[in-house]
């Protein structure tokens, strides 16, 4: 089974930059579209950005365009997201998951980890 560990969260302030590393194992990195989503205090998980298996292809929510950075290393089973010029409306626990091709959604059948903490402050 594919798994999935988030890392590089922590304390920021605002105009700041993070990276955050999604470790994958158990399976074909290269195959997997993967997606990083967040969720803040009181409120859904929403979507921030995906990437496709070779990292052709990237796309991001309006509110993260131009400020955040999904990258790949496949040969380091490993997913980036470099967030630059953050704000205090960034803070969330970030996630990532695998998402179906071309879309924001997650398999049913996926779990979610624990995420990585990201606190801008003002």
């Known amino acids: 089974q594919v798994q999935l560990v988030e890392s590089g969260g922590g304390l920021v302030q605002a105009g700041g930059s993070l990276r955050l590393s999604c470790a994958v194992s158990g399976g074909a990195l290269s195959t997997y579209t993967l997606a990083w989503f967040r969720r803040a205090p009181g409120k859904e998980r929403e979507f921030v950005a995906r990437?496709?298996?070779?990292?052709?292809?990237?796309y991001y929510a309006d509110s993260v365009k131009g400020r955040f950075t999904i990258s790949r290393d496949n040969a380091k089973n490993t997913m980036y997201l470099q967030m630059n010029s953050l704000k205090p409306e960034d803070t969330a626990v970030y996630y990532c998951?695998?998402?179906?091709?071309?879309?924001?959604?997650?398999?049913?059948?996926?779990?979610w980890g624990q995420g990585t903490q990201v606190t801008v402050s003002s």
């Open positions: 990437i496709t298996g070779s990292g052709d292809s990237t």
């Open positions: 998951n695998t998402v179906f091709l071309g879309t924001n959604i997650v398999p049913p059948r996926r779990s």
